[in-house]
T-cell receptor, first 113, second 110 residues
């Protein structure tokens, strides 16, 4: 089975802090994604990556950056956390040429105070 | 991407078939229908997808109408663990940008 793990299930940070959310997948997938999920807004794509050191902006990249130094790891960075970034963050991976089949991690619920 | 319309909620008795409808009247010829579900406090889970033919796997069946303007996800014998939000997504193959709507909240009751 595909396994996508995220570094924390729950995280509490203060406004202005730099936050790193880590995601690791064990299926050698080329594609990796970061979403956030908010009530009433559904899942929204923040960034995605097709390969190591490659990144593409999703629909809501403002306030975020990403890093993909290794194929299995995709990090989401909040340079200076703000309260409006309180959300559930979901990482996903998928194979190249796999259509739109994505495998999701359990999510990190981030609270910014 | 074409938009989809799903009922906000449905109930189903345990052991019965759950039939979840989805309308996608503006779907274009190269767009697929994908279904995901999200159980409470978990990440979304891929269920099934199709283009024009009906599809079946170990989790569910997908019935797509001949004009492709609507589809139905069928869980043949619903269990309590099938209680979740089910998302119908229409997307061009390999866009890698899934757009999740608000889905259908399926409640399976004993």
């Amino acid at each position: 089975d595909v396994k996508v793990t995220q570094s924390s299930r729950y995280l509490v940070k203060r406004t202005g802090e730099k936050v790193f959310l880590e995601c690791v997948q064990d299926m050698d997938h080329e594609n990796m994604f970061w979403y956030r999920q908010d009530p009433g807004l559904g899942l929204r794509l923040i960034y995605f990556s097709y390969d190591v050191k490659m990144k593409e902006k999703g629909d809501i990249p403002e306030g975020y950056s990403v890093s993909r130094e290794k194929k299995e790891r995709f990090s989401l960075i909040l340079e200076s956390a703000s309260t409006n970034q309180t959300s559930m963050y979901l990482c996903a991976s998928g194979p190249a040429g796999g259509g739109d089949t994505q495998y999701f991690g359990p999510g990190t619920r981030l609270t910014v105070l | 991407d074409a938009k989809t319309t799903q009922p906000p909620s449905m109930d189903c008795a345990e052991g019965r078939a759950a039939n979840l409808p989805c309308n996608h009247s503006t779907i274009s010829g190269n767009e697929y229908v994908y279904w995901y579900r999200q159980i409470h406090s978990q990440g979304p889970q891929y269920i099934i997808h199709g283009l024009k033919n009906n599809e079946t796997n170990e989790m569910a069946s997908l019935i797509i109408t001949e004009d492709r303007k609507s589809s139905t996800l069928i869980l043949p014998h619903a269990t309590l663990r099938d209680t979740a939000v089910y998302y119908c997504i229409v997307t061009s193959y390999n866009t890698d940008k899934l757009i999740f709507g608000t889905g259908t909240r399926l409640q399976v009751f004993p």
